[in-house]
Each structure stands twice: as structure tokens, then as C-alpha cells.
């Protein structure tokens, strides 16, 4: 079974985001409410999609808090 893990892949996008209250932890860049969206491939071809929301950095895409 270990040939499937090459064959599966997941991908985050984010699909909108505004700007939000708060500062990154990491670089001090600005902070912004995001919905994102995780998409889970095998074989290239999209299966599973899961939204969720997130703060994230705008600068280094960091996810300072995650909302499932
Ligand atoms: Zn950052």
C-alpha cells in the first residue's frame, strides 16, 4: 500500500481573505481572516474538499489560529 501515498496529495488553497486585528508571532507581518480550503487529490483527480476558516499571516502564510 505504500504506492498510494504517492498518489495522493492534498492542497491548500485560500479562497478569500480580509485583513484582521493582530500581528504574526513569527515575522510581525499583518494578520488576516481567511477561508480556507484543503483539497485531497488521488491521481491528480479532486476527491475531498474540507473548508475551513483561519488567521493567517499575510506576509509568510503562516496559520496563527485555525477554526475547523
Ligand atoms: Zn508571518
Not at 499583518?30 to 480550503?37: E, R, T, Y
Given at each position: 500500500?505504500?504506492?498510494?501515498?504517492?498518489?495522493?496529495?492534498?492542497?491548500?488553497?485560500?479562497?478569500?481573505?480580509?485583513?484582521?486585528?493582530?500581528?504574526c508571532s513569527r515575522c510581525?507581518?499583518?494578520?488576516?481572516?481567511?477561508d480556507m480550503m484543503t483539497?485531497?487529490?488521488?491521481?491528480?483527480?479532486?476527491?475531498?474538499?474540507?473548508?475551513?476558516?483561519?488567521?493567517?499571516?499575510?506576509f509568510c502564510g503562516a496559520?496563527?489560529?485555525?477554526?475547523?
Amino acid at each position: 500500500m505504500v504506492w498510494l501515498c504517492f498518489l495522493v496529495d492534498q492542497r491548500r488553497k485560500v479562497r478569500r481573505s480580509k485583513p484582521a486585528a493582530g500581528t504574526c508571532s513569527r515575522c510581525g507581518g499583518g494578520a488576516s481572516v481567511a477561508d480556507m480550503m484543503t483539497q485531497t487529490r488521488f491521481c491528480c483527480v479532486p476527491f475531498h474538499y474540507k473548508c475551513w476558516k483561519a488567521i493567517i499571516c499575510t506576509f509568510c502564510g503562516a496559520t496563527l489560529k485555525s477554526y475547523t
